[in-house]
């Protein structure tokens, strides 16, 4: 079936003027743009996102030179000099104002790559943080698509219920004319207003479904309109129509938010390995320093002076203990990017299996619909014959109550089956991270 038919079942389900002009239309884009400013899952997200961007920034200050200064001044007591035995003693006047200034410049120029890694590391957070956000989006825009189809399948469901309510009300007041005229017993009349008020009890659950599903959408995206708004079922075919089969079915499980989220935390563990390693190599700075040190206390007595001396070289660290501290850390480093590895098969196994169950839904769905079509023409012509016999006498009131139970349930499910279309399609774009 082409995409054009696809479109026509969607523009079948535009709302009637008289229902739309209930309640204000609200288009899902609306609804999803509301759920963006003010959904609290939304905006925790964001914050994590914008952490995890500071991080990438303080990660590439590790390439910045480090430069530390310290003063003090303070009080210089007087000294005390003994022999080796503590039995001699002399006391020693120094001065007692000191002070100290001292300041110290270094730029690391080797580190085993410890700061390229660490700014790969927070880099990959950050793409996990996006990806987080990306998925929380995509998981509410879904559930939002799915409160609005089910708004969109009550709306369409009371209009059936409203036609099937026009033409029973059409069959008690014909019956009233053929009980006048001896033709018909008031018994058929009850056994049809029960029809009636059996049709009045499932619009009144219809009714409470939609203020159960507008309550859900108020709580997911905050919006604040009025609580009886009219889906936009044009703008859904719209969706539909801007894409068609072909697109469907190259769509890829790759795509997929979640693979995404498993092949960027591999990175991450891949940069953790090598941030450990790094470790056990060692790091190589140009270092220099300024003294400026009064009085001069290395001396007996204490000389009353200031000094400053400087110096700038090369300055080499190496922890000797990582060679043997560091392996196991390193071994479960390497465990733990393997295991990262396996998870992005498992991701795209189960993307797989999503993409193929949301697509053979979908064709599904489409056929099923011109199943449901042939059905609604068939109780259609059923209802209309038996309706004819029972007016000429031919049928009994039991058969034009299953002609109308037949027709009513063909009219909701092919309205349900039009819904599960589009939902099926909302599906697979959530599956390729597009919606």
Request: proline share 1%; net charge negative.
């Amino acid at each position: 079936m082409k995409l054009q038919k696809i479109i026509s079942f969607a523009a079948v389900m535009s709302l009637s003027a008289q229902l739309l002009a209930q309640g204000e239309v609200v288009t899902l884009q609306h609804l999803w743009d509301e759920a963006e400013r003010n959904s609290t899952s939304i905006k925790v997200m964001k914050s994590e996102l914008d952490a995890a961007n500071l991080a990438v920034e303080a990660a590439k200050s590790g390439n910045l030179p480090d430069l530390n200064a310290s003063l003090s001044i303070g009080y210089l007591g007087d000294g005390v000099l003994t022999d080796r035995n503590f039995k001699i003693s002399l006391h020693v006047d120094n001065p007692h104002f000191m002070n100290s200034f001292a300041v110290q410049a270094s730029q690391l120029i080797y580190g085993g790559g410890a700061v390229k890694n660490a700014v790969k590391t927070a880099e990959s957070g950050r793409n996990i943080a996006a990806l987080n956000l990306e998925s929380e989006r995509q998981n509410l825009r879904l559930m939002i698509a799915g409160y609005y189809l089910d708004i969109c399948r009550l709306w369409n469901q009371t209009a059936v219920l409203d036609e099937n309510l026009r033409l029973c009300g059409v069959v008690i007041e014909n019956m009233r004319v053929m009980e006048a005229q001896g033709t018909a017993l008031s018994n058929d009349i009850l056994r049809y207003e029960l029809q009636k008020e059996s049709l009045l009890l499932s619009k009144r659950k219809v009714s409470d479904g939609l203020q159960i599903l507008y309550r859900r959408i108020a709580t997911a995206t905050g919006y604040e309109g009025k609580n009886d708004f009219a889906p936009d079922t044009l703008q859904i075919a719209q969706m539909i129509e801007n894409l068609n089969d072909t697109t469907l079915q190259n769509s890829y499980a790759d795509n997929g938010v979640n693979v995404r989220i498993s092949q960027e935390a591999a990175y991450l563990a891949e940069n953790q390995l090598k941030t450990i390693k790094s470790g056990m190599l060692p790091q190589v700075a140009v270092v220099a320093e300024d003294h400026f040190d009064g009085p001069i206390t290395i001396e007996v007595p204490v000389i009353d002076k200031n000094f400053n001396y400087w110096f700038a070289g090369i300055g080499v660290k190496y922890s000797i203990s990582s060679l043997y501290k560091t392996k196991r850390d390193v071994r479960r480093a390497e465990i733990s990017l393997q295991a990262a590895n396996e998870r992005i098969a498992l991701a795209k196994e189960r993307a797989g299996d999503d993409v193929f169950a949301a697509h053979t839904d979908f064709f599904t769905a489409r056929a099923e619909i011109q199943t449901q079509q042939k059905s609604v023409e068939l109780a259609a012509k059923n209802y209309n014959v038996t309706l004819s016999r029972y007016n000429n006498g031919l049928a009994t009131i039991t058969d034009m109550l299953d002609a109308s139970n037949t027709k009513l349930n063909a009219e909701i499910l092919l309205v349900d089956s039009k819904i599960n279309l589009l939902y099926n399609y909302l599906e697979i774009i959530y599956l390729n991270s597009q919606l």
